[in-house]
């Protein structure tokens, strides 16, 4: 089945660590994009990519990095940098813009929680 | 720099009637995409309805459509004979044309109550 895949569903990691999220999907898709979600602020954009071994920084980029070496991965880093790195946090993809094919895919979400 | 703008934080809605859920957006672009996604309590996103912004026809899906007003930014979901599957939150969302960013709204959360 194609899809687009984050893991671990939750993760727990001790203050001043840093974490990498995992994100892969089979879609063929070229457009990858990171989101942080926190209650009654709606989702906002931390990185994305259009094309492979490209990624612009988001609306909340401090605090976080991102690679894109393969198409069909695009981790996210949470640093110790980041303040308040507790968050649902949500990986998508899309055609891209070239096929005009806007719709984004999202995955199931990661919980992270720092203690 | 884009923004989108959801205004109505919360709104409930009698099962069969119809509601609609406001949108704003600001962008000096005149080619873009703006969408609705839904987010039920099971966090998944789905997507409900998209609009392509060089298309003067607003955009329908089964029970879902949309008022899209160019000129005013706005872009709001109407939903008919709401169903209690329906209740979940609604995010507006707005992607660039020229560098495919996307971005979304602050959400309204919506219940249909029977």
């Known amino acids: 089945d194609g899809g687009i895949t984050q893991s671990p569903k939750y993760l727990f990691r001790k203050e001043g660590q840093n974490v990498t999220l995992s994100c892969e999907q089979n879609l063929n898709h070229d457009a990858m994009y990171w989101y942080r979600q926190d209650p009654g602020q709606g989702l906002r954009l931390i990185y994305y990519?259009?094309?492979?071994?490209?990624?612009q920084k988001g609306d909340i980029a401090e605090g976080y990095s991102v690679s894109r070496e393969k198409k069909e991965s695009f981790p996210l880093t949470v640093t110790s940098a980041q303040k308040n790195p507790t968050a649902f946090y949500l990986c998508?993809?899309?055609?891209?813009?070239?096929?005009?094919?806007?719709?984004?895919?999202f995955g199931q979400g990661t919980r992270l929680t720092v203690v | 720099a884009q923004t989108v703008t959801q205004s109505q934080p919360e709104m409930s809605v009698q099962e069969a009637e119809t509601v609609t859920l406001s949108c704003t957006y600001d962008?000096?672009?005149?080619?873009?995409?703006l969408f609705w996604y839904k987010q039920p309590p099971s966090r998944q996103m789905i997507l409900v309805i998209r609009?392509?912004?060089?298309?003067?026809q607003n955009a329908t899906e089964n029970r879902f459509s949309v008022n899209f007003q160019k000129a005013a930014k706005s872009f709001s979901l109407k939903i008919s004979d709401s169903q209690l599957g329906d209740t979940a939150m609604y995010f507006c969302?707005?992607?660039?044309?020229?560098?495919?960013?996307?971005?979304f709204g602050q959400g309204t959360e919506l219940s249909v109550k029977p």
């Open positions: 969302a707005f992607m660039s044309g020229r560098e495919g960013k996307l971005i």
């Open positions: 990519s259009q094309i492979v071994n490209d990624f």
């Open positions: 998508a993809s899309s055609m891209g813009l070239l096929l005009r094919s806007t719709e984004a895919f």
């Open positions: 609009q392509e912004a060089y298309k003067q």
């Open positions: 962008t000096s672009e005149n080619n873009y995409y």
